[in-house]
């Protein structure tokens, strides 16, 4: 549209004479906001920005794949894709406080970023996805540390002595997804739903370990494929599984099993401050409970969740 190719064409100009010939860095999460960030001030500053991509470990299969293959080839982007998974689960081990887990990932977010930044060289500005909403409502996710200069804590710029550069400031999500599709981001990128920080860590209750993020993303892809499957991927504002840190009575042949229960959570939202859960159809339910329970090896009960938020929270943890 004509407004969002002005406001490309003034934000574009504004970030050019700001930055001058300085470095800029960008941290990918795979997410719409900072895909969005390092697509338009890539096209006003080109190589003098670099972006950094920290796998954590706790993604869902194929999560950030899509997005950073389409910056290193389509639009040769650099950027710096590290894993750090053994990192991570790691930090991880043992932990079952919730915000004891935020408080990890994120100080290992930090501690990760800063040592690949400092292989850049000397950087001045850090980009960053700041919308509308967080400028006006502070959000504060219950103790991760946070990137946003908006938080309490320290995040990145003050610790890195970084200026920021927000050019989504002024925008509400449905804009930042119009203008995604404007810089010509793929549409899958654009209809991504909302993926929290610390990732598959807060949803699975008690300890994190590989094997059950391994009983997780299993089950989290059958939840991704039936709602996408169905139609009802863009009409919810999350769904995703969650694992819980019991196991239950089952039968199977004529043995008796004992073992996990994933929970199905779907919620509709405009700005995820409130949310309701999802009247997803009893066929799709179905659908997605006996497909987990056969496929997933280690799961004999889905459970689907029926809490609003609030007092319900949209995550688990
Ligand atoms: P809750 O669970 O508080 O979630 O209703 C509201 C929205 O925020 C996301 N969320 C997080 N995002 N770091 C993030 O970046 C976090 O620690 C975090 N906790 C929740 C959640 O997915 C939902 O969209």
């Excluded at 209750?205 to 059950?212: H, I, L, P, S």
């Excluded at 996408?228 to 099993?257: E, H, N």
Aim: charged fraction near 25%; proline fraction near 4%; aromatic fraction near 8%.
């Amino acid at each position: 549209s004509w407004t969002m190719h002005s406001f490309i064409e003034s934000t574009v100009a504004a970030i050019t004479a700001k930055v001058g010939d300085s470095r800029v860095i960008c941290a990918l999460s795979g997410g719409v906001d900072s895909s969005v960030v390092a697509a338009i001030v890539h096209r006003a500053i080109g190589d003098q920005l670099t972006c950094i991509y920290v796998n954590n470990g706790l993604m869902r299969t194929g999560e950030s794949e899509a997005i950073l293959r389409f910056f290193k080839e389509t639009s040769k982007l650099n950027v710096i894709d590290v894993d750090a998974t053994d990192y991570f689960l790691g930090q991880l081990q043992g932990v079952v406080d919730p915000e004891i887990k935020r408080k990890r990932i994120g100080l290992g977010f930090i501690k990760i970023f800063e040592e690949e930044a400092g292989k850049i060289g000397e950087v001045r500005y850090l980009a960053q996805g700041t919308l509308y909403p967080d400028v006006i409502e502070s959000v504060s996710y219950r103790g991760e540390a946070p990137i946003k200069s908006h938080h309490n804590v320290g995040g990145l710029p003050e610790i890195m002595k970084l200026e920021l550069i927000e050019p989504l400031r002024e925008l509400f999500k449905d804009e930042v997804r119009e203008l995604g599709l404007e810089l010509g981001l793929p549409e899958e990128a654009i209809y991504r739903q909302p993926f929290p920080g610390p990732g598959l860590g807060i949803r699975i209750m008690g300890e994190v370990t590989a094997e059950r993020l391994r009983v997780l993303r299993q089950s989290d892809v059958i939840v991704l494929e039936e709602m996408k499957k169905s139609g009802w991927y863009r009409q919810v504002w999350q769904s995703f599984a969650v694992l819980l840190p019991i196991q239950t009575v089952g039968v199977m042949g004529d043995g008796r099993t004992y073992e996990n229960v994933i929970a199905l959570r779907a919620v509709d939202s405009r700005d995820a401050m409130t949310a309701d859960w999802s009247k997803l159809p009893y066929e799709l339910l179905g659908t997605i409970s006996s497909r987990i329970i056969n496929e997933v090896r280690g799961v004999n009960r889905v459970v689907y969740d029926i809490s609003s938020k609030p007092p319900a929270t949209i995550e688990w943890e």
